[in-house]
């Protein structure tokens, strides 16, 4: 019987130290560049799971025995996730790179050159194969104002923020 205790006591340890699944977007439109600036805020342990099911092969987030393949990974995995239109008009985007920050990771993308935008359309698919209570939240700054954001998850994977 305190077998029992003892196993549900560790099982509900670990629905605490890991309770939801989230990432956050921020596209900021950069009116010298005339680019979009992307940054994604994702649980590296979350992400480790999506690539591994994603390239059907264990990957090692933190410690990879070759950096330059998990990159490439890495930037399949965030470009197929990933979509951006303006006026209908497919947005091409393009992987820089990635910072770990305890345990999450930002992830930057740009965009091609567009012009200033005064809506987007964005599809965000980010871990919800993989997490049935996945939230992506996405913020997009026009110009100075305070972002107008979103929640994308299943069966709401795309919409349409406006200034």
Do not use: C, R
Not at 13 to 33: D, G, M, Q, R
Not at 47 to 67: C, G, Q, R, T, V
Not at 84 to 110: C, H, N, P, Q
């Amino acid at each position: 019987m305190q077998q029992i205790y003892l196993y549900m006591i560790s099982l509900g340890w670990l629905v605490f130290a890991h309770p939801f699944h989230l990432s956050l977007t921020e596209i900021k439109w950069n009116k010298e560049s005339e680019q979009l600036e992307i940054s994604q805020k994702i649980f590296w342990d979350d992400l480790e799971i999506a690539l591994s099911e994603y390239h059907k092969e264990p990957i090692d987030f933190l410690n990879p025995s070759n950096p330059q393949k998990l990159n490439k990974q890495i930037e399949a995995y965030l470009l197929t996730q990933n979509k951006i239109w303006i006026d209908e008009i497919s947005v091409t985007v393009k992987f820089l790179g990635y910072e770990i920050e305890e345990d999450a990771a930002w992830f930057y993308l740009e965009s091609e050159k567009v012009k200033e935008p005064s809506s987007l359309k964005i599809k965000n698919t980010l871990l919800i194969k993989n997490f049935s209570d996945q939230n992506n939240v996405v913020q997009v700054y026009f110009g100075s104002n305070s972002p107008k954001s979103i929640i994308l998850g299943k069966g709401k994977e795309s919409g349409v923020l406006s200034k």
